[in-house]
């Protein structure tokens, strides 16, 4: 039938009738196959995701299932639409498969994720500055008029937000975003999850591994500091300014009778409280109450 013959026409051609039910049928396949198949016979058969996958085989979370974390088909169909055409358009596959691959969107859906199973420590994050949103951070009208907002700031205070830093104090819906999720600290693909997440490098690096930056006093003594990788971790973003002054910047290294303690001897992993401290602080003061950190750690004030 000729184009002018089908446009008269009013019955649909059953070759036409067939593409069509052909096409939805071929969808529906493609769906349940992807939604409800073994990830191993789906995900995983593309190059780029090979890596993540034996990395996820070794790690704590072998047994959680792919759409756990990565959320269904559907969900995920459009930023996997996304790095496709990345990749097709020239982008280095190295750089793919070993760097980071989740949007902005999908890194704050994962925090509910995590909360399903991790509920203790999602709650306790969720009080700590770290479960703050990113506008009280990135949005402070007295904090950017002092100091003028800058990409560096990315580097802990959003480091998953899309855009540079000119084009994030302007979004209107920084109040859904978390400062500081829980991916920025840990690494689900890996045996050692806990590590730190480089903006700049767009890939986490294990904590153990972390450069621990050199601290002395204002006279110019070398602070003694934990070597442990919590304390590695805390230390890449509670750093001290380019001298490595004891408490300056947002330093927090310990000074007198706690030098040489690491973070966790006091504060628990999801939480600024230094709870984990009771009963066992070496302060003389602290041994029957509760105390309490004021500024930089260079002194305890008992907590009446």
């Not at 049928?25 to 992807?34: L, P, Q």
């Not at 899309?162 to 500081?180: C, F």
């Not at 006091?266 to 409280?273: A, I, R, T, V």
Request: charged share 25%; with cysteine.
């Amino acid at each position: 039938m000729s184009f002018r013959a089908f446009r008269g026409s009013k019955t649909i051609p059953p070759v036409l009738i067939a593409a069509i039910v052909f096409g939805i049928a071929a969808g529906i396949g493609a769906f349940c196959r992807f939604e409800y198949g073994d990830p191993a016979k789906t995900c995983t058969l593309c190059h780029e995701i090979r890596g993540s996958k034996e990395r996820w085989a070794k790690s704590p979370h072998k047994d959680v299932d792919c759409k756990e974390c990565h959320g269904g088909t559907l969900e995920a169909f459009a930023d996997n639409v996304k790095r496709g055409v990345k990749h097709l358009m020239g982008a280095d596959y190295a750089k793919l498969n070993s760097t980071f691959c989740l949007s902005e969107r999908q890194i704050e859906d994962l925090c509910g994720r995590c909360a399903k199973c991790h509920q203790a420590e999602a709650e306790q994050w969720a009080r700590s500055g770290h479960g703050k949103s990113a506008d009280v951070f990135l949005q402070d009208e007295s904090h950017n008029s002092a100091w003028k907002p800058a990409d560096h700031c990315l580097r802990c205070h959003g480091m998953f937000l899309e855009g540079d830093m000119e084009g994030i104090v302007k979004r209107t819906d920084l109040s859904s975003r978390r400062a500081v999720p829980c991916i920025a600290c840990h690494r689900m693909h890996s045996e050692d999850s806990l590590q730190f997440f480089s903006r700049s490098e767009w890939t986490s690096f294990p904590a153990a591994n972390l450069h621990l930056q050199k601290i002395v006093t204002a006279d110019g003594r070398k602070v003694r500091r934990s070597p442990d990788a919590q304390n590695r971790l805390c230390a890449n973003c509670h750093a001290a300014n380019a001298e490595g002054i004891a408490g300056s910047s947002d330093d927090r290294t310990p000074l007198g009778a706690q030098e040489g303690m690491s973070c966790t001897d006091c504060h628990k992993g999801h939480d600024m409280k230094a709870d984990a401290s009771r009963g066992r602080c070496p302060h003389p003061q602290s041994a029957s109450r509760t105390t309490r950190l004021k500024g930089t750690h260079k002194r305890f004030i008992p907590v009446n």
